[in-house]
């Protein structure tokens, strides 16, 4: 027996190249990445919203996000507007040309979600959700 093959890093770093390289392959032809995709689908869910927000739901640091959006940006993808209130504070806008194309992303991580599951029964999936959650905390 290897050492490995009972190793949560082993098994979780294999697991995640698998996946993130078939969403990446997915996403190629929009020209995103899977985290950008992440990022869009966090404005989607709440325009407007604040480059913080989106840190602490992504559960990614500021430098990060900042690098992202810069490229979501310069891509059309998104706008940065500054608050009326406050002129510091940045919110985060999906363009036109995004908005046409939710829809599709969305579809297009649905349908692949749905194959990497699709194996496993309904309990299965669920359990599977609720532990990688768990491991989250």
Known sequence: MNYYDDCIL????????????????RLKKYGLTPVQELVLLAI???????????????VLDHATLSGI??????????SKKTGAKDRRFLQ????????????DIVRER???????????????????????KDLRK
Do not use: C
């Open 10 to 25: 082993f098994l979780l770093a294999k697991a995640y190249q698998r996946v993130h390289g078939l969403f990446k392959s």
């Open 44 to 58: 989607y869910e709440n325009e407007g919203v604040s480059a913080g927000d989106i840190v602490s739901r992504l």
């Open 69 to 78: 959006m810069d490229r979501l940006a310069d891509g059309g993808w998104i």
């Open 92 to 103: 985060i806008y999906l363009t036109p040309k995004t908005k046409e194309l939710m829809d």
């Open 110 to 132: 649905d349908e692949l979600q749905g194959e990497i599951m699709g194996s496993l029964k309904l309990e299965e999936r669920l359990l599977l959700m609720r532990m990688l």
